[in-house]
């Protein structure tokens, strides 16, 4: 199939980039009648075709390949159209005075151009839909501005995350908890394994701002604080090699609550790697095994974040970034008990009434985190646009 019957282009040279973007991208809506969109797709079309003839292909392109399959696939229906009108205007040519041929050209181009509306709606669904993928993170959730009521809430957070992973089958393993006197979390880290959650629990990194009158204090003054949300990629049993004899490991008896088998038994596990002196520990469940295995996963997720700091200068600031200082005023989501309503300050967000359903940790969370990622998918598809266009028209100049 040739390249060109997608579209009919024009030259970028002679057209103001910046013109273009702002027609294109208002309202989030790619407008794939501009010459930049079409340049792109046509581009894709080339790396698919390149990738589709390779007899041999890395992990890397076949990832690839199975990426662009589905939007080639729709480009390709769409020059099946084209060549369908292309017909019809000959036949009109050829058989301009015959009132049932004008006739039935007229509604077989009504149903190809209603056709390719639909084809230009799955594009667009396409191009901007979430790429979700199965992995797993680190979750950590830590108390900020606000004393007790900020320990307080982290469990409520933590709770939120738990019946959220419930919600989307995920699997989880609290790695650690530290619980303050009167119930509240200071801090905790969980694992949390599935379809999806290493792009839709990213989104939760940042300061969660809660507003409501505190439990442990009385009258009705409105009191805020604050609980950061940090998520670091949680690596599979490939991504790290860790040999035995690099680990020290130790075991206890568990300290606080959780009944007479757990504080009786060495069932806590302290797992210290001796080249970085980084530990490790893990007591929250009642077999030793099972602790040991959540450890040595919370210990790969953090050598792995060790590893990407050392070897790319701008993660360095990954966990300081989601977490900020704790103040107030570097949010990204407000919790606000006394309206009623959860805030999300982030573009892709809005305001969700019914905070108690929210905190259930249901479709709710589910419509946000999709809402979010895919407005983080459509500025990433926007920028790589942009950028092949600008390279594009530079070529085209030179």
């Given at each position: 199939?040739?390249?060109?019957?997608?579209?009919?282009?024009?030259?970028?040279?002679?057209?103001?980039?910046?013109?273009?973007?702002?027609?294109?991208?208002?309202?989030?809506?790619?407008?794939?009648?501009?010459?930049?969109?079409?340049?792109?797709?046509?581009?894709?079309?080339?790396?698919?075709?390149?990738?589709?003839?390779?007899?041999?292909?890395?992990?890397?392109?076949?990832?690839?390949?199975?990426?662009?399959?589905?939007?080639?696939?729709?480009?390709?229906?769409?020059?099946?159209?084209?060549?369908?009108?292309?017909?019809?205007?000959?036949?009109?040519?050829?058989?301009?005075?015959?009132?049932?041929?004008?006739?039935?050209?007229?509604?077989?181009?009504?149903?190809?151009?209603?056709?390719?509306?639909?084809?230009?709606?799955?594009?667009?669904?396409?191009?901007?839909?979430?790429?979700?993928?199965?992995?797993?993170?680190?979750?950590?959730?830590?108390?900020?501005?606000?004393?007790?009521?900020?320990?307080?809430?982290?469990?409520?957070?933590?709770e939120l995350y738990e019946s959220y992973a419930?919600?989307?089958?995920?699997?989880?393993?609290?790695?650690?908890?530290?619980?303050?006197?009167?119930?509240?979390?200071?801090?905790?880290?969980?694992?949390?394994?599935?379809?999806?959650?290493?792009?839709?629990?990213?989104?939760?990194?940042?300061?969660?701002?809660?507003?409501?009158?505190?439990?442990?204090?009385?009258?009705?003054?409105?009191?805020?604080?604050?609980?950061?949300?940090?998520?670091?990629?949680?690596?599979?049993?490939?991504?790290?090699?860790?040999?035995?004899?690099?680990?020290?490991?130790?075991?206890?008896?568990?300290?606080?609550?959780?009944?007479?088998?757990?504080?009786?038994?060495?069932?806590?596990?302290?797992?210290?790697?001796?080249?970085?002196?980084?530990?490790?520990?893990?007591?929250e469940g009642r077999s030793q095994i099972k602790?040991?295995?959540?450890?040595?996963?919370?210990?790969?997720?953090?050598?792995?974040?060790?590893?990407?700091?050392?070897?790319?200068?701008?993660?360095?600031?990954?966990?300081?970034?989601?977490?900020?200082?704790?103040?107030?005023?570097?949010?990204?989501?407000?919790?606000?008990?006394?309206?009623?309503?959860?805030?999300?300050?982030?573009?892709?967000?809005?305001?969700?009434?019914?905070?108690?359903?929210?905190?259930?940790?249901?479709?709710?969370?589910?419509?946000?985190?999709?809402?979010?990622?895919?407005?983080?998918?459509?500025?990433?598809?926007?920028?790589?646009?942009?950028?092949?266009?600008?390279?594009?028209?530079?070529?085209?100049?030179?």
């Open positions: 199939m040739s390249l060109a019957r997608i579209f009919q282009f024009r030259p970028l040279s002679c057209v103001d980039i910046s013109i273009i973007f702002r027609k294109c991208y208002s309202q989030n809506i790619i407008n794939l009648s501009e010459p930049s969109i079409q340049v792109y797709l046509q581009k894709l079309m080339l790396e698919h075709e390149d990738l589709h003839t390779k007899t041999r292909r890395s992990p890397q392109e076949t990832k690839r390949l199975f990426e662009i399959k589905p939007i080639v696939s729709v480009l390709e229906q769409r020059i099946a159209l084209y060549d369908s009108i292309e017909s019809l205007k000959d036949l009109s040519k050829k058989d301009s005075d015959d009132p049932e041929v004008k006739k039935m050209i007229k509604e077989e181009a009504e149903i190809y151009l209603g056709r390719l509306k639909e084809i230009d709606g799955e594009l667009m669904s396409i191009l901007v839909e979430p790429q979700l993928t199965e992995g797993g993170v680190l979750v950590e959730i830590l108390a900020g501005v606000g004393g007790q009521e900020a320990m307080l809430f982290a469990k409520e957070l933590l419930h919600y989307r089958d995920w699997e989880i393993d609290i790695a650690s908890i530290d619980v303050s006197d009167i119930g509240g979390v200071r801090k905790a880290s969980m694992l949390v394994q599935g379809y999806g959650a290493p792009e839709l629990m990213k989104v939760e990194a940042g300061v969660h701002r809660v507003q409501r009158i505190p439990a442990t204090e009385k009258g009705g003054r409105i009191h805020t604080s604050t609980v950061s949300v940090a998520v670091l990629p949680q690596p599979s049993e490939f991504d790290l090699n860790i040999p035995d004899r690099d680990l020290n490991f130790e075991t206890k008896r568990a300290s606080g609550a959780g009944g007479q088998h757990v504080n009786t038994t060495d069932s806590a596990v302290r797992i210290t790697h001796l080249p970085t002196g980084t530990v490790v520990e893990c007591q602790n040991k295995e959540i450890a040595i996963q919370k210990l790969r997720a953090l050598l792995l974040q060790k590893q990407i700091d050392e070897q790319i200068s701008k993660i360095n600031s990954e966990r300081k970034s989601q977490v900020g200082t704790l103040n107030r005023n570097e949010k990204i989501r407000t919790y606000n008990y006394p309206q009623d309503r959860v805030t999300e300050h982030r573009e892709g967000g809005g305001t969700i009434r019914s905070l108690k359903t929210f905190m259930e940790g249901g479709q709710h969370l589910a419509e946000l985190q999709e809402s979010l990622i895919q407005k983080q998918r459509f500025q990433v598809l926007k920028d790589e646009i942009e950028d092949y266009a600008n390279k594009y028209q530079k070529s085209n100049t030179t």
